[in-house]
Structure formats: C-alpha cells, structure tokens
C-alpha cells in the first residue's frame, strides 16, 4: 500500500495563511495538515509515503517522504498533479488531498475496503455547511450513489431519486493494485488524445480527481462508495479552520 497527497495547489482563499503556504502547510493544534496526515498513515502501517508538491514547495519537508513536483501546477489541477505520480502506480494506493483533517478511525475504515476504486464518502454532509458563510453548499464535490454504486460526481448534485443517495467527496479515494492500473491506462490514453471539455473541468489539463473518477464510472469500472463515519473537514478559508479547531480540540 502506498499514499500519495495532492498537495500542489494554492491557497487563494486563505488569505495572508495561504499566501505563501500550500494549504496542506496550514497549522492546526502545533501540527500541519500533512504532518497529521503522515502520522495517521504511519500509525496505520503505511510509510511509503509521497507528497505532490507545486505552490511553494520547498516549505515541505519530511523526513522519509518522497517527493515529487508538478512543474505545472500553476496551469493545471488535482487529476494532473496525481499522475506525476504515474511510476507509483504498481500498487494498490490511498489518495488524499492535502488540505483535509480527519480521524485515524477513518483512514482505518478506508484501509478494509477491499474492491479495485472506492471513493470516501460523507452522507451526513449538509451539516458541515451549516453557517459556513464562505463556502457554499453549492461548491461541495458531490456524489451520487444508485444501488449502492457510484453513478455521479460533481459539485452541485442537488436531486435524486427514491433509491438515490447524495454525499460528498472526502479527498480521499483507494485503490487496489487493479484499480490503479485502470486509472493509469486510461490517464495514459486521454492525455495524448483527449480534447475540449473534459466532464465538469474545461479541458483534460484542468481537471479534477472527480473529473477522472466520472471518466472511470463512464467506462463501465464499478466505483465502490467507503461511506465513513469518524469527524473530516476541508480547510477551504480561515473560517474553515476555525471550525476544524473546534471540531477536533477533543
């Protein structure tokens, strides 16, 4: 098993914190948000451990973490950033954005799904939005489950039907050595032929992990939702680590 954070991006609205700070770099409780990552991955057993770095990247330093910088990260998104990554795909692998806080129990969770791509999911998810004045509701990374299966994910999934679920997109998604090589082949295809829109992103280039995630589900690959249970957050804006200071000083 191996992990990769996503951890190239800025944090525009942050303010003065993600000036010149990737926003995994935010501090919460005497500990970044990578650093508390990297603990709960070691506690789990896992310590092959890669950090995609970009905005600023040279502030990132952990002992015993590979490293690896998107040239681009200025031009492109989180689906680009993850495949400079690409030679780290011959395992079964954990993804995770960098800028989230969550419980070791969930990452535990994660690890004992056992299909090819499962997508971390939070269904009591409306309520991380209550009074969250500088995110909307309408900005959350959405999925839609039928059957107990993965059929949509964007932002924005506002209506579903009786055998319908909608949750939302922890950052983190998990793949078996199988699934990996799914998204490497097709990474591999559409990076050399693809052009125009790509899903809810304007091009290949600029797409999201959601983005790559509904090309799989179109090509007929079963996604699995890990519907989780122990606390997450996204840290967003300054409020957002408000909250999270709040929901995690116990």
């Known amino acids: ?7 190239a991006g800025l944090g525009s609205r942050l ?10 770099m935010i501090t919460i409780f005497g500990k970044t948000l990578i650093e508390r990552q990297i603990e709960i991955f070691h ?34 998104n989180m689906n680009e950033s993850l495949f400079c990554a690409k030679q780290k795909f011959d395992d079964s692998i954990l993804v995770s954005y960098a800028d989230i806080i969550f419980e070791q129990q969930t990452i ?8 090819d791509v499962g997508v971390a999911i939070n269904l009591d998810w409306k309520k991380n939005y209550k009074n969250r004045t500088q995110h909307s509701l309408s900005e959350a990374e959405n999925v839609l489950i039928e059957n107990y299966k993965v059929v949509r994910l964007r932002k924005n999934i506002t209506e579903c039907l009786p055998n319908q ?14 699934g990996a090589m799914y998204f ?11 052009k ?55």
Not at 1 to 7: D, F, S, Y
Not at 52 to 69: F, L, M, Q, W
Not at 108 to 115: A, G, N, T, V, Y
Request: charged share 25%; glycine share 6%.
């Open 184 to 194: 490497l082949e097709k990474y591999l295809k559409l990076k050399n032929s693809h």
């Open 196 to 250: 125009g829109v790509f899903h809810s992103s304007p091009s290949f280039q600029k797409a999201y992990l959601t983005d790559m995630l509904q090309e799989i589900v179109d090509s007929k690959i079963i996604v699995d939702p890990i519907i989780t249970k122990g606390l997450w957050m996204e840290i967003d804006t300054t409020e957002d680590l408000k909250r999270a200071e709040n929901l995690f000083k116990n």
């Open 165 to 178: 679920k909608i949750g939302e997109f922890l950052g983190i998604i998990k793949l078996s050595k199988k």
């Open 43 to 76: 506690n789990c057993g896992i310590n092959d451990i890669t950090i995609i770095t970009g905005h600023n990247s040279e502030v990132i330093k952990y002992t015993n973490v590979d490293y690896i910088k998107n040239p681009n990260y200025a031009t492109t």
């Open 1 to 7: 098993m191996k992990v990769i954070i996503l951890a």
């Open 15 to 24: 303010g003065e914190l993600g000036k010149n700070l990737p926003k995994g």
């Open 108 to 115: 535990e969770q994660i690890l004992r799904f056992r299909q």
